[in-house]
């Protein structure tokens, strides 16, 4: 199947699904009524626990959960509408949702794969806990990890995490730490204690999602709380992937975007037009580009044209944004203005998730272009 028989395919999945599924037309709703209205204060002033009161009431917190504990057990390609919509109306609040909801989504894999789950993990998939996520810094081993010691009766972690979001919403973290004798990648559930201490990052991009640095000082971990134990090789593979795909935010973030540039001025209007079907396309691409690495396996099946489509999505996002605080013109700099908060919200994005061969692709992409010139 051609890309673009693959795309036509995964359009018409995802219409099916935002038309179908009464989960995204009530989380568009509630994100048009109030994530959006408030995404300026909550990047002044932080995600707040009623956000994730809210989040609970509405399941989005168990939203990849089976029917048994009241989740939705929404389709990959509602999962993918449900980001674009958060994501588009507050992006500091999509983060820490959007490092929770895989949380729930590998626990309820490992629920159907027979895994016996602690009682904690049962909390999560019933969208009573908020969870953060330590699993980037694998990707720095060995030059920086959480180090897994074995022990008898489970593990000892320590080290600490480069950042984790929603840090004070959030009662366990998933955390994946590297036992070294091994190479093995120990994954497990961490709840938070005296031992678990945090220092501020001061962020200059999403400030208001609580992203923190966390320290782990030898926190004891029990068997009965560890998920998964995989070859670093493996999950690195598995990781390389998926941090070399354009994401639903990047769409939702873009299309927020675009809709602004149509009310901000006339020029910025005809300039919204002309990118609209880029976008469409870009997004088209990626989707199924991605959608068909994962039905062949094959984590690196056509990387180059996965890591094209995602420096593609970046440069746009930057243009677009930068378009928006022209448009404004002294107002788009101004705390009180969405332009400004898009035009940082955009760089985070380009440095988010980012593995070496997705930063040699941004760069080499800058130098072609200089090239060009």
């Not at 009766?153 to 979001?165: E, Y």
């Not at 938070?192 to 201490?197: A, Y």
Request: with cysteine; charged share 20%.
């Amino acid at each position: 199947m051609t890309v673009s028989e693959l795309a036509t395919h995964v359009r018409a999945q995802a219409v099916t699904a935002v038309n179908t599924h009464p989960l995204v037309a009530s989380a568009k709703q509630y994100a048009d009524a109030v994530l959006l209205p408030t995404a300026l204060e909550t990047d002044r002033h932080g995600v707040t626990p009623e956000r994730i009161v809210e989040f609970s009431d509405l399941h989005l917190l168990n939203h990849l959960a089976p029917a048994e504990f009241d989740g939705a057990h929404v389709d990959r390609h509602s999962d993918r509408l449900l980001h674009e919509v958060l994501a588009g109306a507050c992006l500091n609040t999509w983060l820490v949702w959007a490092q929770h909801a895989p949380v729930v989504g590998r626990l309820a894999d490992a629920h159907a794969a027979g895994t016996e789950l602690p009682p904690i993990a049962h909390q999560i998939l019933r969208g009573r806990l908020l969870t953060g996520a330590a699993i980037s810094d694998v990707r720095r081993y060995p030059d920086h990890f959480i180090a897994a010691t074995r022990e008898p009766a489970g593990w000892t972690f320590s080290g600490t995490i480069s950042w984790v979001s929603g840090w004070g919403l959030n009662t366990v973290l998933m955390v994946a730490a590297v036992e070294s004798s091994t190479r093995t990648v120990v994954t497990a559930l961490v709840p938070i204690n005296e031992r678990v201490q945090s220092s501020d990052l001061e962020l200059s991009a999403v400030a208001g999602s609580r992203t923190e640095r966390v320290t782990l000082s030898e926190v004891f971990v029990p068997e009965a709380h560890v998920i998964s134990r995989v070859p670093l090789s493996k999950y690195r593979t598995t990781d390389f992937s998926t941090a070399s795909d354009a994401r639903p935010h990047h769409f939702g973030l873009a299309d927020r975007v675009l809709g602004e540039l149509e009310q901000a001025h006339p020029t910025s209007r005809d300039l919204a037009d002309l990118w609209r079907p880029r976008i469409a396309q870009l997004r088209t691409d990626a989707y199924a580009l991605s959608d068909a690495a994962k039905s062949t396996g094959n984590e690196r099946h056509r990387i180059d044209e996965r890591l094209a489509a995602k420096v593609a999505m970046g440069e746009a996002l930057v243009t677009l944004t930068h378009a928006l605080v022209i448009a404004r013109a002294g107002r788009g700099i101004v705390r009180d203005n969405t332009a400004q908060l898009y035009a940082r919200t955009a760089l985070f994005v380009l440095v988010q998730g980012q593995t070496a061969e997705v930063r040699d692709a941004q760069l080499s992409h800058l130098a072609q272009i200089r090239k060009k010139q």
